[in-house]
């Protein structure tokens, strides 16, 4: 069925330190895969994305990795910052005109 | 500015009354897809139009429609609200479709009371 999971519910960081995100995904035949950020009362917010043929990603401080073999992405921030404070939601497509959503991560930065 | 435009932000309306919620999709985006997000709750796909005709639909009650309109912008239809149709309401929408990714609209606030 259509299933994108998150392990963490919650994350807390300390400012300056990276933070992982993890989502598991159940399809295989997904092959594209989107990170989204959700800031409080906003829509969300495209932050990197990874096509099935790559394992690792990277832009401005994020890094998308992709394991296919176990099913399994993460999203790790770099010095992670209190404005990165959200939640992030993966994503995946399995060519078709939808994108199937995670739960999500509410990642918390604290001083 | 993502260049989705929804309207309005906010909605206060009774149960069993209809609403209806617009979206304005990003220049040169076909495609327009509507999501719900309920508190705290991750994105469920409602359905989908690509350059005025339905291409996808998910768990979307008989009791919601939409529709694309010829200059591409599209409407949520709400009927006989229920107070657990309070939610957020997202519009998105993409030029290649969804292996391209969407850029989101910042939702409707739909409270029933």
């Known amino acids: 069925g259509e299933s994108v999971g998150l392990h963490l519910p919650t994350l807390s960081v300390q400012e300056g330190d990276n933070s992982i995100i993890n989502c598991a995904y159940s399809n295989s035949a997904s092959d594209y895969f989107i990170w989204y950020k959700q800031e409080s009362g906003k829509g969300p917010q495209f932050i990197i994305d990874?096509?099935?043929?790559?394992d690792k990603r990277q832009g401005q401080r994020v890094t998308v990795l992709l394991n296919k073999t176990v099913k399994h992405l993460s999203l790790q921030i770099a010095a992670t910052q209190p404005g990165d404070s959200a939640v992030y939601f993966c994503a995946e497509n399995i060519n078709t005109d939808k994108l199937i959503f995670g739960t999500g991560t509410r990642l918390q930065v604290f001083p | 500015d993502s260049g989705v435009t929804q309207t309005p932000k906010h909605l206060i309306t009774a149960t069993g009354q209809r609403v209806t919620l617009r979206c304005s999709p990003r220049?040169?985006?076909?495609?327009v897809y509507w999501y719900q997000q309920s508190l705290d709750q991750g994105l469920q796909f409602l359905i989908q139009y690509y350059n005025g005709e339905e291409r996808a639909k998910g768990n979307i009650l008989e009791r919601f429609s939409a529709q694309q309109f010829p200059d591409l912008h599209s409407e949520l239809n709400l009927s006989s609200l229920e107070l657990g149709d309070s939610a957020l309401y997202f519009c998105a929408s993409s030029e290649q479709g969804a292996g391209y990714g969407y850029t989101f609209g910042s939702g409707t606030r739909l409270t029933v009371v």
């Open positions: 220049s040169g985006d076909l495609s």
């Open positions: 990874i096509r099935s043929n790559m």
